[in-house]
C-alpha cells in the first residue's frame, strides 16, 4: 500500500484531508411502493445555484485520492465504499453511531481493501440544511471516520426555514449549507474551525454531478425539496440522458437519487415521478444502470426490478435504500395481515422486495471488481455512549456482465 494512502495519512490529491492524525395492513397485491399523495409540509421546487465547475460536472476518483491511493486500488482489482443516507439529525447522535460503526467497519478491512470513500446520499444535515450545523452534526460526527465523504443533496439539505421550527433566516439560500461544505472552491479549506476536526471541504462541481472512476461510473442526481416526490427540471433531464449515453460502455452505471422509485414504508413511500424519470432516461438511451442507490427513507430496503432493455434482453436492476444513517425515528414498512412481511415479497409489475432492516441503525458496504458488485448491509442496536459489534444483515452480488442479482 502506498506510504501516501489517505487511510493512514489523512492526505489525498490537491492538499486535500480526511481527517487529523492521530486522533441506517394489506395483502401484498396491495402492498404500496410508490406514494399516492404528498404529505405536509410540502415546499415548492428550489431554484439550483450557480455551478462550481463547468457542464457535464464530472468529478473524477482522481481528483479526490492520490495518486498512490488510485494505483493502489487499480492494482488491487477492485474499489471498495460505503453508502448511506439521512445522518445529520441534532436532535440525537445516532450519526455519530453509525459513523463509529463505518469506522470500525473500514479498520477491521485489509489495507487493500479499506473503503475509498462514503458515498453520502443525501440530507446531511437536518431540519434545513443550516451552515451552523455542520459543525457539531457532520465535521463533529466524522472527525475519526477514514476516508473522504462526496454527496448527493437531500430534499432536507435544500428545504427553506420552517416558520414553526423558530425565526426564518431572510438571508438564507437554498442549498447554502450544502454548497459551502460540498461545493468549496478550496479542498484545502478546513470545514471546521470549532471542533477540531482535521477534515476538510469538497469541492464537488454542481448539486448533480458524474463521479467517474476506474471500475464504475456513479451518476448522482439532484431530486430537490419534495418530502414525497422527487423533482427535476428539463435540464438536469437532459443532462441525466447526456451522462448515460456518455457513460464508460465498460463499466457498470450506478445512479444515485436522494428521493428511491420504489420503498414499502408508511411515511415517505417510493417516488413515481423519480421512478417515471429514471426509466425514460433509461428507455431514451438504452443505457441501464447496475445498481440505483437512494436513501431519503429511513431504513434499509433491496428491491429487484426484473425487466428488459431496449433489445429485449431480461435484465435485473437491484434498487437499494440505505437511509438509516442517523435520522433518530427508523421508518416502518407496511404490514401484510397485521404482520411485517416477509422477505423475499414478490410485488406487482416484476418487482420483489428481498430484504430489509426497520429496526436498527446501519450502512451498506460495496466492493466493485471486474465481474462483480457485492453489497453488505451492516446494522447494529443502537446504544448511548458504545457501539457494539456490526451485524451482516445480508449479502448481495450484482453480475455485471449478465445483469442478474443474487442473495449470497
Not at 440525537?92 to 477491521?108: S, W
Not at 445512479?255 to 413511500?269: A, I, K, Q, R
Not at 416484476?350 to 441503525?361: A, K, P, R, S, V
Request: aromatic share 12%.
Amino acid at each position: 500500500m502506498s506510504p501516501s494512502h489517505s487511510f493512514t495519512t489523512g492526505k489525498g490529491a490537491g492538499n486535500r484531508q480526511n481527517r487529523s492524525f492521530p486522533t441506517t395492513q394489506q395483502g401484498a397485491d396491495h402492498f404500496a411502493t410508490q406514494a399516492s399523495s404528498s404529505p405536509i409540509p410540502s415546499y415548492p421546487p428550489q431554484p439550483l445555484p450557480p455551478a462550481n465547475g463547468k457542464a457535464p460536472y464530472r468529478f473524477d476518483l482522481a481528483s479526490l485520492l492520490s495518486a498512490g491511493d488510485v494505483a493502489a486500488i487499480q492494482q488491487a482489482g477492485k474499489l471498495v465504499f460505503h453508502a448511506v443516507g439521512d445522518t445529520g439529525d441534532y436532535r440525537g447522535r445516532q450519526q455519530d453511531f453509525v459513523a463509529a460503526l463505518m469506522t470500525a467497519d473500514a479498520d477491521a478491512q485489509p489495507d487493500t481493501e479499506k473503503p475509498a470513500f462514503l458515498y453520502h446520499l443525501g440530507d446531511v444535515v437536518y431540519f434545513a440544511g443550516d451552515i451552523d450545523k455542520y459543525g457539531d452534526n457532520f465535521y463533529e460526527t466524522y472527525k475519526e471516520y477514514p476516508a473522504f465523504i462526496v454527496a448527493i443533496a437531500g430534499n432536507h439539505d435544500c428545504q427553506p426555514d420552517d416558520p414553526e421550527d423558530g425565526p426564518v433566516d431572510p438571508n438564507k439560500q437554498p442549498l447554502d449549507g450544502w454548497i459551502q461544505n460540498f461545493m468549496s472552491d478550496d479542498p484545502a479549506q478546513l470545514g471546521s474551525l470549532k471542533t477540531g476536526a482535521g477534515r476538510t471541504q469538497m469541492d464537488l462541481p454542481y448539486v448533480y454531478w458524474t463521479f467517474t472512476t476506474p471500475f464504475a461510473t456513479f451518476i448522482g442526481l439532484f431530486s430537490n425539496v419534495g418530502e414525497t416526490e422527487a423533482y427535476f427540471d428539463q435540464t438536469q433531464i437532459d443532462w441525466f440522458h447526456g451522462e448515460l449515453t456518455a457513460a464508460n460502455p465498460n463499466l457498470p452505471i450506478i445512479v444515485t437519487v436522494h428521493h428511491p422509485p420504489f420503498s414499502g414504508d408508511t411515511e415517505h413511500s417510493g417516488s413515481t415521478v423519480c421512478d417515471n424519470t429514471l426509466n425514460a432516461g433509461f428507455k431514451a438511451t438504452g443505457r441501464y444502470p447496475h445498481l440505483v442507490l437512494s436513501g431519503h427513507v429511513h431504513n434499509y430496503q433491496r428491491f429487484t426490478l426484473d425487466t428488459k432493455d431496449n433489445d429485449g434482453n431480461a435484465i435485473q436492476i437491484p434498487y437499494v435504500v440505505a437511509g438509516a444513517g442517523g435520522y433518530t425515528n427508523l421508518g416502518k414498512l407496511q404490514k401484510i395481515g397485521g404482520k411485517y412481511p416477509t422477505a423475499p415479497l414478490t410485488l406487482k409489475n416484476g418487482l420483489t422486495l428481498e430484504q430489509y432492516d426497520q429496526t436498527n441503525f446501519g450502512f451498506l458496504h460495496l466492493e466493485i471488481d471486474n465481474q462483480t458488485i457485492v453489497g453488505s448491509y451492516y446494522s447494529a442496536p443502537y446504544q448511548v455512549g458504545t457501539v457494539p459489534p456490526a451485524t451482516l444483515v445480508e449479502t448481495f452480488s450484482i453480475d455485471i456482465a449478465d445483469r442478474t442479482v443474487k442473495t449470497l
